[in-house]
């Protein structure tokens, strides 16, 4: 197993955030489907959206990957029943970011993010980027460009 995989495996048990099951492609925190790679993920960006179903997205959130993403997006439900999508990229230097029980950190410099996209520490200084996110149904379409 790589080391960022493995690294990957450790951070999210350490994280908390609740599985959703039986959703190929949806990658959580705790979760054995973070060893699944990318290529086998079941969802794609198509014509510059992303469509999930509503029932991938955990009630903590969920860390989504999907083909034609750099990076996982983490989906989360308000509390007015609205869904917001961050980009997991550091707004400093893009580095990747992982989970914690907080929020994200980034494994470069040591950026802290909250799970509202918001800076907790620096050297980031920008929130995370957020993508629209509509309902339709039982889907989330998310407008990734
Ligand atoms: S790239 Fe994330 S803190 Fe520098």
């Keep these: 197993m790589n080391k960022r995989r493995e690294f990957l495996k450790t951070t999210c048990a350490l994280c908390g955030v609740t599985l959703a099951s039986g959703s190929a492609g949806v990658w959580l925190s705790g979760c054995k489907t973070l060893e699944k790679p990318a290529e086998e993920s079941g969802f794609a960006v198509r014509d510059g959206l992303l469509k999930i179903p509503v029932s991938a997205?955990?009630?903590?959130?969920?860390?989504?990957?999907?083909?034609?993403?750099?990076?996982?997006l983490y989906i989360h439900p308000n509390?007015?029943?609205?869904f917001e999508a961050l980009l997991l990229?550091?707004?400093h230097m893009n580095g990747k970011l992982n989970p914690t029980p907080e929020g994200f950190t980034c494994a470069l410099h040591g950026s802290r993010f909250a799970k509202t996209g918001a800076v907790l520490k620096g050297p980031a200084k920008e929130p995370l980027k957020k993508y629209p996110v509509n309902r339709?149904?039982?889907?989330?379409?998310?407008?990734?460009?």
């Excluded at 509390?79 to 609205?82: K, L, P, R, S, Y």
């Excluded at 339709?136 to 460009?145: E, K, M, Y």
């Design 57 to 72: 997205v955990a009630a903590e959130g969920s860390v989504i990957q999907a083909h034609g993403l750099s990076r996982e």
């Design 79 to 82: 509390a007015d029943g609205t």
């Design 89 to 91: 990229r550091c707004t």
């Design 136 to 145: 339709q149904g039982d889907q989330l379409i998310i407008q990734v460009a």
